[in-house]
């Protein structure tokens, strides 16, 4: 019976022995960093069981080949509640930290910025060329997006709102671009509520061309609201806009880079030097300064604004001032070619 109780006692113990060991691998093996020396994107494909999800890690060398990953999910059942998805995996995540990650739900965001000043066909080709969005734009048409958003024609370009939008993958570009859209219409609705009295805007989209005006015209946050005032004077004394942006957008594609005095000339629905009024819609997206630029002028006399060389402007209340500071800008222009 001695003997026997020892035989038995041996065996307990390597099974003991033998079960605290594997214990200690798999602990080991969830420490374990991933193998990416990179930021790593992963997509678990939808019904992917524990098979696929560690053939996939496998395959794409994220993590290694080994008999404790199953029994690591069997002794943590949580880390095997894993939903699809695209994630972002991290230099020295663990197997746990991947696998928690995972489990979470939380899908790796993209980002995508939509800059002040730009046009929407600059937007379309900006989403078709991102990665992970879900493309179901037919073209890049504004007549296509209009249609698709259920938008009038004149609403499309500058009814949306410039930011850094973020998304997580298989997002529709629609999708992004009707929350744009969303945050364009809630701003100008409480700038229009807000706006000074006496403005000479008949709709809301008046508001938001002049403000894509203004975008258009300078960089400067200390010069828009004067910029803005320039073409609310000039709107009540009946004069006529003469802003260069409105013309190269009415020029399209066109637009080579130089305007010339027959481009001036050459009558489109956004030539401004020969329309009388507000062009018929915006000619780019404003930005928030911009728009409260257009809802809140500077009160000034000023008729007329030229570049001052300096990066900023000139602003003058009649046309024999304007003519000098054009005639000063054009002598600093000429010096600095000449260097």
């Known amino acids: 019976m001695t003997v026997k109780r020892k035989v038995v006692g041996g065996i307990v113990a390597f099974i003991i022995a033998g079960l605290a060991f594997s214990y200690w691998q798999i602990k080991q093996f969830a420490r374990s960093p991933l193998l990416i020396e990179h930021e790593t994107i992963f997509t678990l494909p939808a019904g992917a069981g524990r098979v696929v999800l560690e053939a996939e890690l496998n395959r794409q060398k994220i993590t290694p080949r080994s008999f404790w990953f199953g029994w690591l999910l069997k002794l943590e059942p949580e880390l095997a ?11 020295g995540m663990t197997v746990r930290q991947m696998l928690t990650l995972l489990s979470s739900g939380k899908e790796a965001q993209f980002p995508i910025r939509f800059i002040e000043g730009s046009r929407m066909q600059e937007w379309l080709a900006q989403l078709r060329a ?4 879900k493309h179901t734009l037919t073209d890049d048409k504004l007549t296509t997006l209009g249609q698709t958003l259920k938008m009038p024609q004149q609403d499309v370009e500058g009814w949306f709102y410039p930011d850094t939008y973020s998304y997580t993958a298989n997002t529709t570009d629609v999708a992004i671009l009707e929350r744009a859209h969303g945050r364009m219409v809630k701003m100008v609705d409480t700038l229009w509520q807000s ?5 000479p805007y008949k709709e809301k989209d008046d508001l938001l061309t002049m403000a894509s005006i203004v975008e258009k015209e300078t960089a400067l946050g ?44 050459t009558p489109t629905a956004y030539n401004t030097y020969v329309i009388a009024g507000m062009p018929p819609g915006p000619i780019a997206t404003p930005g928030k300064a911009s728009l409260e630029a257009a809802a809140h002028p500077e009160k000034t006399d000023f008729l007329y604004f030229v570049a001052d ?3 900023g402007h000139t602003f003058t209340t009649n046309l024999a001032s304007h003519n000098r500071a054009v005639q000063a800008w054009r002598l600093l222009l000429k010096e600095k070619n000449e260097k």
């Open 130 to 133: 991102a990665p992970y969005i």
């Open 81 to 91: 509640n894993f939903k699809a998805g695209t994630y972002r995996f991290t230099q």
């Open 222 to 265: 200390e010069e828009r609201s004067k910029v803005a005032s320039v073409f609310i004077n000039r709107l009540r004394l009946g004069m006529r806009l003469q802003t260069d942006p409105t013309v190269i957008y009415g020029m399209g594609d066109s637009y080579k880079g130089t305007l010339t005095r027959k481009d001036l000339e």
């Open 309 to 311: 060389g300096k990066g």
């Open 195 to 199: 706006k000074a009295e006496g403005l």
